[in-house]
Structure formats: structure tokens, C-alpha cells
């Protein structure tokens, strides 16, 4: 009968069953939406949550400095965005929802900007866009009006991410707040971006300081009486750190502000290609990079590895195919080496702002140079918990970005400040040759004139050898009298003394010849007495 019991019992199984048939189907659904919610919250890495509860101590910018740094006392102690917090758009409230907006959409302001062609010495041409504070002036468009060369109203100069230009949303966002605040921006586009085509065979890459260079002596000798000040963003930020690095204090830059950097690229490089969600940042970038490349066909088929262009899955072999060919660089890696801002961090001399995302999709936190940055006077390194990749979305329709509102005040408190730099004027003469004369060429030397005076005459290159040519003189022979007559001329009194000084001690002298003269004469008649 036991049996019988056991064998006509159900399993716990169908009982099972029979339990869930009986849950409405609508509570299936929604678990099924509540599982999908953390998964998704958890893939996108959304922090909105953590926002709201530890907002007083997760949304802090954390300010990296050398404690003695006059940077800090006297400018960044000053500005209040930066002692602030960032608090993201709560709606996008992730670092790859940030990102991936701010390049499909971005919520940027309308305006246009106003073309110059810039010829380089190769015959690259480089697109400048200007937008003027008079454009923007009262919150209106107006016309377009020329810079003068007496205008004092400082410049902002832009070096775009890769392959962005100065349509991205990014860059409006910060052209036009710039304006707004009273300056002039100019965005330097990368060669073959903004719609110009590549007039030589010269390409950007993430190392490619040149343009900047030539770009910002141009604006220097054009608009002399204009402050001017960069702003580089992404892998412009890293070409903006290598080449404050390279120039030292020769830069006439009077500030700079580096934005969301990669600073080592191998470091990055190793980064992007960790996951599944870096791989499609990854592939992303390579599309662009190869969108890019068939702008430029005709360069790229002569240059560069058209057929590995074509088949590349990664930066990193499209820098192998591409990248390395055109810039002459032995492999991938000694690329990524020698075009990485790190190694250049400890030579700026200017003041500069470094502000990074810890969860920047793109650009690793672990490559970010603490040490460096804490060492050098000059810079110094704000960091936030959130922002993604050149996002920093905040407020809730998310119109503006802080990193935009956080550079402006930065340069507006070193535009107002004596900690601005001042260049320094080399020397062209001594900076041809690459040597430098000798001190003891460019002292005074002693000059011994037609009537025996020894004069010092102050050593002087002659710059008119010509004009002295033709009236029949040396030049050296009318430096030199030309010199010592200006020496007579303007210090008498040190001439009528060395004349006294010459008579005391020749007194001396000329009582002992005509003592010996004397008894010259005198001796023969002594001999003849005795």
C-alpha cells in the first residue's frame, strides 16, 4: 500500500511547476525587466544611484599639485568651478552614454565660424576657424568683422581630437562659450579634416607638434599685442603637452589647458583592446580613421599600405598600415613611444591645466602621470570621478559641459594674473649655429692705440662691413678707433688720470737714467786726478 502511496504522489518538480503556472504572466515581465535593468546599469556602468546618495563625496574634483606650486596659490585657488563638484546629467549619468551622445548628438549652439587657408613651408594647408567675441556679442550673431593687429583681446587656440574638427559638437560647446566670456577663438584644424584636402605629404598623427608651432609664430606676428593661450583636446591635448615640453620657455603661449589626454599611448593602446566594450571603441576610431584615409586616396595609395587601410580592425593596425609608412616610424610600438606626452611632462613651463575623467572610456586612468604632474610648478592636474570622454554633461537638460565652463575660468583668472608667461627671446645669432660665443669674445679687450695708451674697448659686431668697404677702411681698423674715441670721448676724467698715474710712475724711472748719466760722464775725470 506504501508503495501504491509513492508511486501516485507527484514530484517535486511538477509541484514546482504547477507553483510557477501559477504567477500571472505580467510578474514574469517584470523581473525580466528588473534583471535586464541591473545588467544594463551595470554594462553601461551607470552611477546615477551613487550620484544621489555619496554626491558630497564622489563627485569632488580632486586637485593634484606640488605644494609649492605658485600656479595653485595664485590662480587655481581662485577658481571656483574647480573646487567645486561635477554632478552629471542625471539622464546620463554613464560614461559611454555621455560619450556616445555628445558624438551623435551633443546638444551644440548654432553659429558659423570664418575660414582662413593657412600655407605651411611643405605646402600643407591648415584650416583655421575663427569666431570672434564681436560674433557672439549680446547673444546674437552679427557680421563678421576682421582681428586688428593693435587688439589686445586674447586668443584661445584649439587643437581638435582625432579626427574631429571644428564642426564636432565638443568644440562648439567651447568656441562658443570662449567667445561669449570676451575672447577670440581660432580652432587649428588637422591637415585633410574641415573639408580641406591634403596639399602635401604630410599627414597629423598624435605626435605631430609642427603645425601648432608654425600656427601659433603665425598668430604671434600677426596679432603681436594678443595674449595667447591653447586648448587641446583628446589627442590634441597630447600633441599640446609634447609640444610645451619641446619648446620649454621659448613657447609664446601664456597658458594652456589639456583635456581628457591619452598621455601614453602605449598604455592606451594595450587599454582599448582589454574588453568588449574598449574593442568597440575601438573599432569605432577605425572606421573614422579609415573614412579619413579615403578622403585622402590618391596620398594614402602612394604613401601608406592602401589594401592593409582597408582591412584594418584596429588603431593599431591602422597605424601599422598607415601611421608608421607616412611618418617613418620603424614599428608600431616606437611610435606610440616617441609621440606620448609623458616623457615631456617635467619641461613645460607654462601654466597648464590638466583635467581627466577616472572613467574616461578611451583614455585609461593609468596612464595619466601623477608623479610628473605633482612635480612640476607649473602644472596642475584636476581629475573627476565621472565625465567620459570630453562629455562632463551637467544639469538636467544636459545643454552645457563643465570642462568648457572649468577651462574658461582657468584662463580668465591667468589672464588677470602675474603668473602668465612671458617668453624667452633667444638669440637668432647664437641660435644659427647652435653654439655660443665664448665669454671671454663677448667681455671687453684691450685695445692699444698709436700712442701707446691702453684703453678697454667693449667687444661689438660690426653689422655695416659693407658700407665700410666701399669708403676704403677696415671695418676692424674704424671699430676699433671708432671705439676708442667714443671711450675718450665719454670718460675723460678716467683718461686724465691714467696720464697722472703715467707721470707718478715715470718719475722713478727717469730719476735713475739721469743718475746713471751722470756718473757715465763723471767717471773719466776721477781717473785722471788719481
Known sequence: MEEEDLILSPSPYDLLFQALSLIPIRHYLIALFVLCTIFFYNFVEFHFLGDTILRY?????NLIYNPDSPLYHGVVSRCRILHGRYVATPWLASPHIQTCFLNFHGLPPVFTYTRQLFLTSDGGTIALDWLTNSDVLDGSLHNKSEITKEDTTPIAVVIPGLTSDSSSAYLKHLAYDTAKTGWNVVISNHRGLGGVSVTSDCFYNAGWTDDIRVVLDYLQHKYPRAPLFAIGTSIGANVLVKYLGEEGEKTPLRGAVAICSPWDLLIGDRFICRTLKQKLYDKALTIGLQGYAQLHEPQFLRLANWEGIKKSRSIRDFDNHATCLVGKFETVDTYYRKSSSTQYVGNVAVPLLCISALDDPLCTKEAIPW???RANKNIVLATTNHGGHLAFFEGLTGSSLWWVRATNEFLGVVSCSPYMHIQKIVDKRSSGSGKQEPSINQGPYLNIAEDGLVAAVKYEQDTNKTTLKQRGRKPEEDVTKKSFKELCRQTKQSVWWLGY??????????????????????????????
Open 57 to 61: 563625496f564622489r563627485c569632488r574634483v
Open 371 to 373: 608623479d610628473e604632474c
Open 501 to 530: 698715474i703715467g707721470m707718478v710712475t715715470s718719475f722713478p724711472l727717469l730719476g735713475m737714467l739721469l743718475n746713471y748719466i751722470f756718473r757715465k760722464k763723471q767717471r773719466p775725470t776721477t781717473t785722471s786726478t788719481s
